[in-house]
Structures are given as structure tokens and as C-alpha cells.
């Protein structure tokens, strides 16, 4: 490992052949005075990021390439979409986006090795394609990323180039949940066995499936990612103190990353091994809570598009659906508004009129009730969600049109 200048390191990125491919660390740990050196550096080049948030290098000459799209890359017009679940994306790396560049923001350097902080994901994968092709491995080693464990240390011989730059982290500050989401909250937690092990998504319909949490004891958690809400159920004692806290990467507020740094408790691993479905499968009593933008009377689930539009991507939600169906005492729940309140729409649609992200659920949750999926046969799933989980205001739509589609419901 050579430790450079942000000018050294131009001339090193403007030196690379043709139109490399660069790995940059996504979500909320972005390491932008990389990505501004590279982006002056470079005429042309391919930049992948799960999750880019605002402010990465976008013009003409920069293609970006995700498997989850963030608001950074949501559509824009240099946008190359690959649909893959996440536990696939570090093969995608090796096999068909194999990175010439990895660009990484981490701790300095201690005792042989710098920490990934809050983002491991998906660059151990990328660091060893990259690697193995011969490229280039840079650190912006930043005072200010916590230095957490597991796969997240990263032996100092795996990168090249170490640049010494502070930057302020990006924190997520959550709105507090409405009624709605409190109500729908208090549904998914009624569904939570005693110690079971959680997995959540981002957003105020989790945000309130914790706090409804907040009262039970002996609580995991092994999940894609986590927010302030783990730190929420640690302070109330609602956690296994037995057990790690274990996921891929996280973001929150700056409470949430003094918490997780050098906290040997939490436990960052890649997402090969926090996506797997068998690792998944593994721990029992798994309840899987994740949202979605539509679903329909056949119990099948939209939450990568809007439209002809790719809002987001698989994500880990397939990951965690197949893993908590496969949990001994395990559920997977899809929890989401009856409504839009912006676009003013329904959230249950007769048929899904693009791609499906997930099916076979255990239940879907509105703030109408509950509808019972697992075990019953397609005629009877269409009825709970027509009865347990539609808005009443589109009721004798969808039962119009779910006997159009061959249901003979009530």
C-alpha cells in the first residue's frame, strides 16, 4: 500500500486504458473525494454503486451500472440497470462487472488492516475481482468511518493506493412515523414470535414496527442492513445481549456510528454470507418485513418499478423471503399502505402489470388488517387480500376484476 496525493492519484486514474469500470462504496459511504478525482481524471468511465445517493460524478462520458438503483442514478439517462438479487451481485462482479478500479472509504490503517465501517456489502467481492484482473484498489482512509469487524477489516496489502481524507459521514435522519404507519407497525409486531431473529428494510413503516418492538426481550437481528432502530431496541433492552448484531452495512445518525464503532457486538459481513438464503434459513423463528410499491390479488409483489420506470431493484428482499420461508417457525410479511397518498392510487392491483420482485409470502399488512397468505390456496389468498388488506374504496373494483381474472370471489 502507497500512500498518496489526491494529484498523484489523478495521474495514476488518468493514466488507465480504454473505459475502465469503477467500484465505488454505495448507500450513505460514498467516498466522494475519490469520486471527484476520478471524475476529473477520467474522460470516460462505467461507475457501479449500490445505492448511490446524490452528488457522484454525473455527465456525459459517466455510464452508471447498478443492481439497486438510489436516488443518485433514479432516472437518469446513462442509467444501465441489471436486475439481480443481492446475494448474486458480488458473482455479477466477478463474471460480467468486473472493476478495473474499486474505489473505498474506510478507516486508517491499525494493527495491519483498515475497516469498511458502515459498508461492507459487496466490496470484499469486488476488491478480489479486482484484484485477480490485475487492477487498482484505493482507500480514502477518513478519521471519521467507524472501524467495525467481521469482514469488514481488510488486510492493508489488498490496496494499492491509501488518499488521507477527512469527510463527514452522511447521515439518515428518519421521519417519525405517522398513524398509519403506527397502526400498520403494531400489525407486523403482533406477527413477532418471542426471540425472534429480525430482518428489516429502511422507512417508517419498520421505523414503527420497532418501536412497537421496543417492550419484548431476547430480540436478533441478522438482516442486509440496519438503521437507528437497532440502537433503539439495544437501549431499550429489547436485544439478545448474547447475540451479535449482525448485517452487511448500516447507516443512521451520528449516535448510530459512535455506537457501532469498535463495538466488537456488531458483527459486518459480506453479503454472501448475510444474504444467503441457507445462512438465512439457519436461524429459526426468522420474520422478514419488507415493503413494497404495489401487490396484487395473486399475493405477488411489485418494489423495484414505477411504471416503465426502475425505482429500485430486487434488493435483498428475495434473499430474505426465501430464507424466513424456509425458517423454522420463520415468516416473510410484505407491509405497506392500502393507499398512496401522493400518487393517490391503490397499492393492491388486480394483476401486476411488470415485473414481480417477491412472492409467496407469509402475510401482506395494511393498515386495513392482515391478510393471511401462507397455506392457502390461490382463490383464498385473493380473498384475505380483497377483504384484509384493500383500501374499501377500490373494493368492488378489485372484486370485479378478480373475477374477470378467473377468482370467483365474494
Known amino acids: 500500500m502507497r500512500t498518496v496525493t489526491e494529484s498523484e492519484l489523478g495521474h495514476v486514474l488518468g493514466a488507465l486504458p480504454g473505459v475502465p469500470r469503477i467500484v465505488a462504496s454505495g448507500n450513505f459511504a460514498a467516498p466522494h473525494r475519490l469520486l471527484a478525482v476520478a471524475d476529473a481524471s477520467i474522460a470516460e ?4 454503486m449500490l445505492n448511490a445517493q446524490p452528488g457522484i460524478p454525473d455527465r456525459d462520458g459517466v455510464v452508471h451500472e447498478t443492481s439497486f438503483v438510489g436516488p443518485g442514478m433514479r432516472g437518469g439517462p446513462r442509467l444501465r440497470y441489471l436486475p439481480c438479487r443481492l446475494s448474486l451481485v458480488p458473482d ?22 483498515v475497516s469498511l465501517g458502515v459498508e461492507v456489502n459487496v466490496l470484499p467481492a469486488a ?13 480514502q482512509a477518513n478519521p471519521g468511518m467507524p472501524v467495525t469487524y467481521g469482514d469488514a477489516q481488510l488486510p492493508v496489502e489488498a490496496v494499492d493506493y491509501l488518499v488521507e481524507a477527512g469527510e463527514p459521514l452522511a447521515t439518515h435522519a428518519p421521519a417519525a412515523p405517522d398513524d398509519t404507519s403506527r397502526t400498520i407497525g403494531e400489525r407486523v409486531a403482533s406477527l413477532v414470535p418471542p426471540q ?7 422507512g417508517a413503516i ?12 431476547g430480540l436478533r437481528i441478522w438482516s442486509e442492513m440496519f438503521t437507528d432502530g437497532a440502537l433503539t431496541l439495544q437501549k431499550a433492552g429489547a436485544l439478545d445481549p448474547e447475540a451479535p448484531v449482525t448485517a452487511s452495512f448500516c447507516f443512521g445518525s ?9 463495538n466488537p457486538r456488531v458483527r459486518m459481513l459480506r453479503t454472501e454470507k448475510t444474504n ?5 434459513a439457519a436461524h429459526p423463528g426468522l420474520m422478514s418485513v419488507n415493503s413494497a410499491l404495489q401487490v396484487d390479488l395473486f399475493a405477488q409483489a411489485n418494489a423495484s418499478r414505477v411504471g416503465s420506470r426502475t425505482h429500485s431493484g430486487f434488493g435483498g428482499q428475495t434473499d430474505f423471503i426465501v430464507g424466513a420461508m424456509h425458517s423454522p417457525g420463520g415468516h416473510a410479511i410484505i407491509a405497506l399502505r392500502s393507499w398512496h397518498p401522493k400518487a393517490d392510487v391503490s397499492a393492491v392491483v388486480p394483476l401486476l402489470s411488470g415485473p414481480v420482485t417477491s412472492f409467496q409470502h407469509s402475510y401482506i399488512v395494511t393498515e386495513q388488517g392482515t391478510a393471511r397468505i401462507w ?9 384475505e387480500i380483497l377483504d384484509h388488506a384493500a383500501h374499501p374504496a377500490v373494493h368492488d373494483s378489485l372484486l370485479d376484476a378478480g373475477r374477470r381474472l378467473g377468482l370467483p370471489l365474494r
Open 276 to 280: 444467503d438464503p441457507a445462512a438465512i
Open 196 to 202: 425472534a431473529t429480525l430482518q428489516l428494510g429502511i
Open 127 to 139: 476488491v478480489e475481482a479486482c484484484r485477480a484482473r490485475g487492477g487498482i484498489v484505493v482507500a
Open 92 to 113: 455479477l462482479l466477478r463474471q460480467h462487472l468486473v472493476p478495473d478500479v474499486v474505489l473505498l472509504h474506510t478507516s486508517p490503517p491499525a494493527a495491519g488492516a
Open 206 to 217: 419498520p421505523d414503527a414496527t420497532l418501536e412497537a418492538l421496543l417492550g419484548r426481550r
Open 254 to 262: 451520528e449516535e448510530l456510528y459512535d455506537w457501532v464503532d469498535h
Open 45 to 48: 468511465f462505467r461507475l457501479v
Open 375 to 383: 397455506g392457502r390456496d390461490s382463490v383464498e389468498q385473493a380473498q
